[in-house]
């Protein structure tokens, strides 16, 4: 693995489409009307995807021990032993919360902070992560890997393509707007959750960075291995940090939330568990927080002072916490609303509900150990190939 891996990671939004009710994933915006996380223009498509995606399934499947997918959680993805879904607001301080804050609240002060990426005003529009489902009936298709396929950090499998899905930002499968273009498909079956980088399937099938998770494994800390990237720079799955107009509509999100900085804003080099990799973009002092931070927010924070969907999310960063994933500028990534029961203009929650926050209303919980991304850090794995 070079030293340079995920380099290519400066900006990320993603669009994430067809997650079941009550296994929240949302997105923010650039405006009003929905944005996405990464400084690309051209990725800032409004055109409203019209496919009617077979996707909007609720779970059919027999592995819902846990009440969830697979056996998790309801509105969780993998079981209640990974740290994303376990609460973290009696969890005592890290020594470095005041100085990380600090420096977040006179360093970070972009109008896309705490902005979100992928609730808008116009149904079914690309902003935010998209989120599709397979069974056993999809068929699984083999790819060609591009320049952003990291071996052995990337998984070669074949990739289960829902008939009439989309990747994140677009409206079918292939990368036209030049974005992440990320491909995010659970296979309920299979019980997988597969997720690509850079994904452009038009005549042929090219793929960056694919990461295969079992979502019935009991990860260890290191996940799918230390010093290993994923879709997403810190090493994470992105669905599992993913909320929705769903969830909101249920009045609850039960993990952890999805957040992001510009690389300058994170600690060089540097991760905490459950990240298992950084980046070499990262330039930030040693009071900026590293790859895998977990802030929370305050218990003391007025919740009165937000509207009742905002309060959804509000109550999550209060118990669940945020987890600092991949580089980029709006602060939150949620579902798009093209392929979930309810839509964000329906349930009340835009791009800029939780922008009155500031980062005097977050502290950090203990983060442990520290672990440098260096030219030791070595990811070491025998990638999936079916």
């Known amino acids: 693995m070079s030293s340079d891996k995920r380099f290519a990671h400066p900006t990320r939004w993603l669009a994430l489409a067809a997650f079941l009710t009550g296994l929240g994933l949302a997105g923010c915006g650039d405006d009003d009307s929905g ?62 919360s005041a100085d990380i804050i600090t420096y977040l609240q006179t360093n970070h002060t972009a109008g896309s902070k705490f902005r979100m990426d992928g609730p808008s005003d116009t149904p079914d529009s690309l902003y935010g992560i998209t989120i599709l489902y397979a069974d056993n009936s999809v068929t699984h298709e083999s790819f060609i890997e591009t320049g952003d396929f990291y071996s052995p950090d990337c998984d070669p499998a074949p990739v289960p393509i829902p008939a009439a899905g989309a990747i994140e930002g677009e409206t079918a499968y292939a990368c036209d707007g030049d974005g992440d273009c990320h491909l995010i498909v659970v296979d309920t079956d299979e019980c997988r959750l597969y997720e690509m980088w850079r994904a452009n399937y038009d005549a042929e099938f090219y793929g960056g ?90 218990a003391d924070f007025d919740l009165g002072s937000l509207n009742t969907a905002a309060q959804v999310v509000a109550e999550a960063l209060m118990q669940y916490g945020m987890i600092l994933s991949d580089g980029g500028n709006i602060t939150f990534t949620a579902l798009n609303d093209r392929f979930t029961t309810h839509k964000w203009v329906d349930v009340g929650l835009g791009p800029n509900d939780l922008t009155s926050l500031e980062w005097t209303d ?7 150990q520290r672990y440098t991304w260096d030219g030791a850090c070595d990811c070491q794995r025998t990638p999936v190939t079916q």
Do not use: K
């Not at 107009?245 to 609850?252: E, F, P």
């Not at 080099?269 to 931070?293: D, E, L, N």
């Not at 977050?362 to 442990?368: A, T």
């Open 35 to 96: 944005g996405n996380n990464t400084a690309n223009s051209n990725n800032l498509n409004t055109n409203a995807n019209d496919n009617d995606n077979a996707n909007t399934n609720s779970n059919t499947n027999n592995n819902t021990n846990g009440g969830g997918i697979c056996g998790a959680g309801v509105g969780q993805l993998f079981d209640g032993s990974h740290p994303w879904n376990q609460r973290v607001d009696s969890v005592a301080l890290d020594a470095e």
């Open 209 to 298: 960075c694919l990461a295969v998770w079992d979502l019935t494994q009991a990860y260890t800390p290191t996940l799918r291995g230390d010093c290993c990237t994923s879709a997403d720079a810190a090493g994470l799955p992105i669905a599992a940090h993913m909320f929705s107009a769903d969830d909101i509509a249920a009045g609850a999100i039960h993990h952890a939330i999805r957040f992001i900085l510009p690389n300058e804003h994170m600690r060089n080099r540097i991760y905490v568990r459950p990240a298992t990799h950084s980046t070499g973009a990262t330039s930030g002092p040693a009071q900026a927080p590293p790859y895998g931070a977990r802030l929370r927010l305050r």
């Open 362 to 368: 977050f502290e950090v919980p203990e983060l442990g």
